[in-house]
Nanobody
Framework: QVQLVESGGGLVQAGGSLRLSCVVY????????MGWYRQAPGKQRELVAV???????NYADFVKGRFTISGDNARNTVYLQMNSLKPEDTAVYYCNLRSLSGSSVWGQGTQVTVSS
C-alpha cells in the first residue's frame, strides 16, 4: 500500500519562501506523475504543479515563475519550492500520486499560511 507524507508547511510573511516535501512510502508499481494541489477555505481543490517520472513539469498560471516542483527518485520524494509567497497562496497543500493504471493516492495535506 502506497502512502504519501507531506511536510514543510507553516506560517510565513508575504514575499517569503517555503519548501514542501512529499515522501512516498510503500511498493510503487508504476508512477505516471506526481503533483501538488491546494485547497483554500471555501474553495475547490486546484492543481498547483505536476511532474512526470521523466522530469517534465507543468504549472498553474498563478504560480509560474514563483514555484518549482522537483523530484528525487533516490529518496522517493517530491518537492515544491515556493518563493515570493502571497496571502492568496494560503491553503492546505496536498501531494498526489497518479499511477499508470489510473489510480490516485493523496497525502494528508500540510497547511501553508501567508500573512500580509
Amino acid at each position: 500500500q502506497v502512502q504519501l507524507v507531506e511536510s514543510g508547511g507553516g506560517l510565513v510573511q508575504a514575499g517569503g519562501s517555503l519548501r514542501l516535501s512529499c515522501v512516498v512510502y510503500g511498493i510503487i508499481v508504476s508512477i505516471d506523475y506526481m503533483g501538488w494541489y491546494r485547497q483554500a477555505p471555501g474553495k475547490q481543490r486546484e492543481l498547483v504543479a505536476v511532474i512526470s517520472t521523466g522530469g517534465s513539469a507543468n504549472y498553474a498560471d498563478f504560480v509560474k515563475g514563483r514555484f518549482t516542483i522537483s523530484g528525487d527518485n533516490a529518496r522517493n520524494t517530491v518537492y515544491l519550492q515556493m518563493n515570493s509567497l502571497k496571502p492568496e497562496d494560503t491553503a492546505v497543500y496536498y501531494c498526489n500520486l497518479r499511477s499508470l493504471s489510473g489510480s490516485s493516492v493523496w497525502g494528508q495535506g500540510t497547511q501553508v499560511t501567508v500573512s500580509s
